[in-house]
């Protein structure tokens, strides 16, 4: 459409400044590669805003409208099959555009000061700048197939940059567990397109769409009607493609590699571990949610999923001691909330938990974020990860704290932070639908207010003994300016970002929803959130002998979460057994045989051929000559045969 | 009839001739004097034509229909001279230690001038012409390095067995009139009417036969292709890429044009036959690459192979084969031209040519490698360089018109081709060598080159348009 065409820059931008600082990564010096960075992505974000007024300033019969910006043919085989590349904009691609821009931005000027002195930080910043790329370009996606490039372009670069400190053996054995774990989830993705596609007719989203929500269409009827092992195609394809988006949003069983990614540096755990990356899940499932509401199964399995990771990770967070590990489980458990929120939510004016989930994707985005790039300043100061070497830190870093402590009640759900009013609507939308998943998240909220405290205790509290142990670096005070402004800037979207009226934007159907407020069920919420707090006070504001008490008096319980559920053992049991004892041998041996045995067996064939065909090139004239006229005599014959 | 119809159908054509002449006013004039820029004007020319082909391209026939142009030739034309600017840049480096400079240019422009002829031929004939004009100035070129015998004998048997090619070809032109009364493209096609009666049409098919095999040789496809291996190792690598990307492509063309314009009755047979020819020159043009240890002869024998998956897409007898031998013909050229100018500059500043040469590339040149890298995994098609898709294309042209069995032997082609490309690529990257070949500059204007082939070879894959437009400008069979 006219009048957005700018919004091709958006992702040109990141391309070029990927370009420029890769290719120049040697020449330009780290600090100048990041001032590229940040200029590019504060233009794209501006770009993004400037988009998102003007998109949402503009109504058509009361509804937003879903514009191809862009749409090329990249690839066409025949008249219906065809692959396009284009852009799309509509609520939920305008919303994640601010998000994703707005984000990256503020990481990539954090991460002027935070690598300061890095001597690869060029690369760095290439590699930030083609994460941004591939996840702007996932967002505007028009088609499945365009989504699944930008899909495995995200998962390469997210693998570079946690395997950024490539000297350290944890951080390289994590990114090949963040790759292989989220490659295994693309697999089913990948089918599931491919049977989508199949049923469809299409990988464009909106003729997916509008032909599989209609009971009436050809599409539908094949769709639903044949069947393998029982359950129908619909069924199988929104299973497979939910399995991608829960090995990127990290959920439950699929999850093992969010923990072990924090090994990268911290601002990116900000960027693509808590805003953008593993939201990409619930974008998916939320761009194909009138799909998904066709085939009731398939919601329930995201709302059930959704709200047992919450639940899961809630549990384990309570237990770690690796301040992003902490983080990181509990971005697992948030996007739990935004999976069910999904999960939950029916069409149009039914559309409270669709449109919370939206909101709650907004909300913890800037949230999460502050309290990643909190956690870096912290991490930045004390140089550990653990939050037994922290403490009392509140009065050498009052404004981190101060952050820290507004993003921690905003995770909360304590008004008027925004995390309240998002995690509400997803609270009420369960409880319309499902109570069970309603208690599962009320008592997740509970939880989660304990940890996120139990965490700012210890670091910003909780004054140790042996705290003051003599430091190898001079203690100054708070992160450099670079590092603050980002924080103080996601702050305060923190306090604002709740009361934007999202139920007016970003809703299922494009039309704006009416939402009640339900003062018992806030009041609910709230007791239950402030019981958490008041716990994790009692335990954690002081050192005292209660945490340990009850971990012993747990017992087994409690190793038995610490050790996260013994899910990361469970699956190398499995890959010992199973895959390298039982199944590798036999590859192994079909491999060395008949794989290679052919390629040898070809390879000298090949040979013997390629030395019998010398005489054929005698060099001498009359030869070649006796050869193209008896050829010229075969095609003549041929042609009369034929 | 008039003049400027004449000048504006003939646009291109004029434009090269003008550069000729003025070429040799100069050669006449200021003989020996400034030669370099003899080369950037030829190059400008060039680039005119080029520009000119995919702008403004004539539409209509002249010379009583003898001559007719249209999109499609205009953009034929217009790979043609893009190649062959790619070829005198990158020969900049040979030609400077050559007296006869100029000369090269002139003889690159005449026979790019035949080819222009052959293309817009709308009569036997004038077919005829163009491909001798294109033909006898080839065979001053393969002698150019007047010092090398065997660069005189890839001379005298290129114009030998061209010789040979031509009398065929004419015979079966004679045929063809006997058989029909006309010559013209039009009229041929309207004179066919098979199977109606084979007494009537036995001439008609005999003449197609022999022009079938003129076309066959000049595309060096199997068996007519064993003149190659001693005309290419012979000549200059320029010339050597000119021979293989710049006539194959323009004899390709018009094989393409008379086969779908002209006999698209005829098409379940000789969709057979080239089919049979295609899958024949895949395997023997691997099984001579295969043994190669001298880079020049291995990519002039991988180009014979790169002609047998051509034929897939031409055997398809679609407008579809049609448009993706035109977009294969392009990704070709940027391709094989950009692989020829590393190897041409290479030999030229150290005299290696060898693969053992190449062993350890990477890290003394490393630019120069990683052009080659490109070059070659898009000529063995590794996805995302452009030579995927367009194998993909030219597969799929084949797949669709029922040629499942040819498909698949293009596959297994496909699989064996990756092991002698790969083969490069690991001596440049993984080998080391106690004498690798050392770091130099390779000047501007092969830079240039490698910079455009590099580009093209990753943007055309995705600019999915171009098939398209490509589609639209082919109407083969309709």
Known sequence: MEGYSYIIWILILPLLTFLVTGLGSRKISPTLAGIIGTTSMGICALLSIYTAGSYFGYYSNGVYPSLKVFDLPWLSFTENLSIHLGMVLDPISVMMLVVVTLVSFMVHLYSIGYLHGESRGGVYFS?????????????VSTNLFQMYIFWELVGVSSFLLIGYYFTKPSAVAASKKAFIVTRFADFGFLVGILIMGYVGGSFEFDAIISRLTNPESPEFLTATGAGFLGISLLTWSLVLIFMGGAGKSAMFPLHIWLPDAMEGPTPVSALIHAATMVVAGVFLVARLFPVFFQVPVALDLVAWVGALSALFAAIIACTQTDIKRILAYSTMSQ????????????????????????FHLFTHAMFKALLFLGAGAVIHYVHSNEVSDMGALRKKMPVTGLLFLLACLSISGIPPFSGFFSKEEILTA????????????????GLTAFYMFRLYYLIFWHNKPYHDKPSPLPRKKEAPLTMMVPMILLGFATLVSGFFPFNNFVTSDGKPLEITFHADLSAIAIGVSLTGIALASVFYLRPGPWPDKI???????????????????????VAKKFIIGTVSPVANWFDRNVVDGLMNFTGTVMGVFSDSIKVWQSGKIHGYLLWFFAGSMIVLILMFIL | MDFITLVSLLRMELLLTAGLVVLLIYKIFYEGARDKMAGWFTVSVLLGTFLCGIFLPAEGGYFGG????????????SILSLGSVFIILFGRTWLENSRHELEFYLLILSVLLGMFF????????????????????????AVFDFNKSRSSEAGVKLILNSAFSSALLLFGASLVYGGSGTLYFPELNSAITFPASRGSSFLLLAGFSFLFTGFAFKISAVPFHLWTADVYEGAPVPVTAFLSVISKGAALFVFVAVLYRVFPLYSETWSLVTGLMGALTMVIGNLFAMRQGNLKRFLAFSSITQVGFLLVGVASASQLGHAAVLYFMLIYLFSNLGAFAVVSVIADKTGKETLSDYRGLYKTNPMLALALLVALFSLAGIPPTAGFFGKLFLLN????SGMIYLVIFACMNMVVSLYYYLRVVKAMFV?????PIPHFNSGLPVKIVLACSVLGIILLGFFGGLFDYFTSLTFGLQ
């Not at chain 1, 971990?551 to 049991?573: C, H, N, P, S």
């Not at chain 2, 042209?397 to 669709?400: D, E, H, L, T, V």
């Open chain 2, 397 to 400: 042209s084949g797949a669709s």
């Open chain 2, 118 to 141: 052959m293309i817009s031929a709308g009569h036997l004939l004038m077919f005829y012409l163009g491909l001798e004009l294109a033909t006898l100035p080839l065979a001053a070129l």
């Open chain 1, 430 to 445: 369960a409880l319309m639908k499902n109570p069970v998943v309603y208690g599962i998240g009320l008592f997740t909220a």
């Open chain 1, 127 to 139: 590699y930030l700048s083609l994460f941004s790329f591939s996840m702007l370009g996932l967002v």
């Open chain 1, 335 to 358: 996007i739990g909330y935004m999976m069910f929120g999904l999960g939950v939510s029916g069409m149009g004016e039914a559309g409270l938990g669709y449109m919370g989930s939206m």
């Open chain 2, 66 to 77: 003898m001559f007719i142009t249209g999109s499609l030739a205009g953009m034929e034309k």
């Open chain 1, 551 to 573: 971990a012993t008096a747990l017992g087994g319980f409690f190793t038995t979460v610490y050790r996260k559920f013994y899910i990361d053992e469970i699956y190398t049991l």
């Open chain 2, 431 to 435: 080998d080391t060598s106690d004498d």
